[in-house]
């Protein structure tokens, strides 16, 4: 376990914390690199108070893998010896190599459904798309007694085409979205606009939609930041983007605002995390004559270290749900420009009240409102004041209440 996580309120595993005893929750992921859903994948089993949670990882790969609790048993559907022991956790790496075998997602499914009769689990609650089509098979074959909770972190309709690029794997994603979906006896979306959106394509679902925002634990994360990655002594005001280096989270767009400004002018940039377009984006920096002034911290299970020493956070996304990285820099006290590129990002951010917002695909004006922030000590120090007022709302303790409250209706049903 990492000393961010040692910091952590302990686990309840009180039986009589629930009339009848705690049932059990698989929480099944896809894997745990690092990422929001999978970030709030970690927060629920390890923080999980009336239900008794078993992991479940379609890919037991990922840096998050060590930040489990060990007291929470994991399971590797892509490894012959499902169990998933301490020494794996700490390289956070599976046996062999990625399986790409035709009827891969029945093995899957047929080796969750042997979980589910071991642990006796009552109902399982799955993380993004293809953990949602593994559940649905393993209970339509095997297990036709467990619940299903399926939980949506991306605007699913919007984000379809950047996400997939095969008009055939479209075609899968939302005939399972219009078929699969009303199957489950409980589907949870992280934020309004998430659930307005399955509400137009699947207005089946009815009452069985729920919002629960994703958690924000506020003491881990603050005693996180003052533990090392202290970054470079730049002069000057510094802009930290914090996620993924892939497309869809606009990176060459800040890049292109961060050109605009005159060179003496220019804030440091520094880019935490690691992603498929990083070739791309420092390929873009030398010819954008930027090398001075971007800063690749790579991927890192501590990013809030840096995140604490900005003088503003920017997301310039293409597309989002409900972001926590939004929350983590509030929590932090750091001030947030982030895109309208989805009503998640205006509630998060109370329309404008919270942070900055600017149109997506707009290096303009992103660069426009970059230029206000940094040069503004009162506006900056207004939106942190706001922005920790807001953040409570999303304490960890609240969220995993909201979210046991719904899988233990689910299980009761």
């Known amino acids: 376990m990492t000393s961010a996580l040692a910091s952590t309120s302990e686990l309840n595993r009180d039986p009589d914390a629930v009339p009848g005893g705690r049932p059990t929750a698989l929480y099944l992921g896809r894997n745990l690199r690092m990422g929001g859903a999978e970030r709030v994948w970690v927060s629920y089993v390890n923080h999980a108070r009336r239900v008794r949670p078993v992991g479940v990882l379609l890919d037991a790969r990922g840096a998050l893998l060590a930040e489990v609790d060990d007291r929470v048993p994991v399971y590797d559907l892509s490894a012959t010896d499902p169990v998933v022991g301490p020494d794996r956790r700490r390289t956070g790496q599976a046996p062999g190599a990625p399986s790409i075998e035709k009827w891969k997602i029945f093995r899957e499914a047929r080796r969750l459904a042997r979980i589910v009769r071991e642990t006796k689990a009552e109902v399982v ?25 399926f939980n949506v972190h991306s605007m699913m309709i919007q984000s379809a085409p950047l996400l997939y690029q095969h ?53 881990t994360i603050r005693a996180a930041a003052s533990e090392g990655g202290a970054l470079p002594a ?16 606009g990176v060459d767009v800040l890049l292109d605002a961060l050109a605009r400004f005159t060179p003496e002018r220019r ?26 002034h971007v800063h690749f911290v790579g991927q890192t299970t501590n990013p809030w270290a840096h995140m604490s020493q900005a003088t503003v956070l920017v997301l310039a996304s293409r597309t989002e749900a409900f972001p926590s990285v939004i929350g983590e820099a509030m929590a932090l006290g750091v001030p947030v420009v982030a895109t309208k590129c989805a009503p998640g990002i205006e509630d ?23 230029e206000r922030v940094l040069g503004d000590a009162v506006l900056r120090k207004r939106l942190a004041e706001r922005g920790r007022d807001r953040v409570e709302d999303f304490r960890i303790e609240r969220a995993i209440d909201r979210y046991e409250d719904l899988l233990l209706d689910v299980v009761r049903g």
């Open 125 to 149: 609650s799955s993380f993004l798309m293809r953990s949602h089509m593994v559940a649905a098979l393993a209970r339509d074959l095997w297990c036709r007694d467990v619940k299903l909770v």
């Open 348 to 370: 998060y951010l109370c329309h404008g009240e919270c942070g900055v917002l600017v149109p997506p695909e707009d290096p303009a004006a992103l660069a426009e409102a970059l």
């Open 267 to 292: 804030p440091r940039l520094v880019l935490v995390g690691d992603g498929e377009e990083a070739p791309i984006l420092e390929r873009q920096v030398r010819r954008l004559d930027l090398a001075d």
């Open 234 to 249: 730049f002069d000057g005001p510094v802009i930290v983007a914090a996620g993924r280096l892939v497309w869809l989270k």
């Open 167 to 219: 008009a055939g794997s479209r075609a899968i994603m939302k005939g399972f979205l219009r078929y699969g979906f009303p199957r489950a006896e409980r589907v949870v979306a992280v934020a309004e606009g998430v659930a307005d959106e399955l509400r137009g394509h699947v207005p089946e679902l009815g009452e069985r939609l729920s919002v629960v925002h994703n958690p924000v634990d506020l003491e």
